[in-house]
T-cell receptor, first 116, second 121 residues
Framework: AQKITQTQPGMFVQEKEAVTLDCTYDTSDQSYGLFWYKQPSSGEMIFLIYQGSYDEQNATEGRYSLNFQKARKSANLVISASQLGDSAMYFCAMRAGGTSYGKLTFGQGTILTVHP | GAVVSQHPSWVICKSGTSVKIECRSLDFQATTMFWYRQFPKQSLMLMATSNEGSKATYEQGVEKDKFLINHASLTLSTLTVTSAHPEDSSFYIC?????????????????FGQGTRLTVV
């Protein structure tokens, strides 16, 4: 079984500051993928960043970076230079090696609010 | 990038009626699609895996007779909520996996539809 845990129900950050959203995972598989999605109030799921379990480098995509600590089983999302448009719900998700391609397990989500 | 279109984006129906939600892969074929349900400010919970040409696989606790899934073609999966009740009011969202192309520049496995907000009155 695989599990994703996001322990921060809500986070607040000042505009232009950086923020870290926490994510820990649990799986017995050696091969797995970790994803972060952004869900604005419209409901759409916007893919942000991906980290493979065998990737040695932390993934980065523009203002998003993933702090991958394999031994700790954590995959925290770092958003640099926060913008008002970053206010949304953020989900960490995982697909373990034994499951179907594209079949994701999601964490509880973190609501991020960016203050001007 | 790959596009998944979900329709309708919102629907209001009377208790006891059925509602059909469509999920289409627009520029790729999807032999598998996934249906999720999300209550306000909560996580996405997988309901079922839709398989083209065969029966859907339902997650534990999901009533297959209530949530009918049909995957009749390589680009279309439908979720029908039968005899809807107010407790079925929720956000339903589908996704389709798509293997990235060589040098495609993106690395997400799952492309999501826009979601459907269902309100049963």
């Amino acid at each position: 079984a695989q599990k994703i845990t996001q322990t921060q129900p809500g986070m607040f950050v000042q505009e232009k500051e950086a923020v870290t959203l926490d994510c820990t995972y649990d799986t017995s598989d050696q091969s797995y993928g970790l994803f972060w999605y952004k869900q604005p109030s419209s409901g759409e799921m916007i893919f942000l960043i991906y980290q493979g379990s065998y990737d040695e480098q932390n993934a980065t995509e523009g203002r998003y970076s993933l702090n991958f600590q394999k031994a700790r089983k954590s995959a925290n999302l770092v958003i640099s230079a926060s913008q008002l448009g970053d206010s949304a719900m953020y989900f960490c998700a995982m697909r373990a090696g034994g499951t179907s391609y594209g079949k994701l397990t999601f964490g509880q989500g973190t609501i991020l609010t960016v203050h001007p | 990038g790959a596009v998944v279109s979900q329709h309708p984006s919102w629907v209001i129906c009377k208790s006891g009626t059925s509602v059909k939600i469509e999920c289409r892969s627009l520029d790729f074929q999807a032999t598998t699609m996934f249906w999720y349900r999300q209550f306000p400010k909560q996580s996405l919970m997988l309901m079922a895996t839709s398989n083209e040409g065969s029966k859907a696989t339902y997650e534990q606790g999901v009533e297959k007779d209530k949530f009918l899934i049909n995957h009749a073609s390589l680009t279309l999966s439908t979720l029908t909520v039968t005899s809807a009740h107010p407790e079925d009011s929720s956000f339903y969202i589908c996704s389709a996996p798509h293997l990235p192309l060589e040098g495609g520049g993106w690395n997400t496995e799952a492309f999501f539809g826009q979601g459907t907000r269902l309100t049963v009155v």
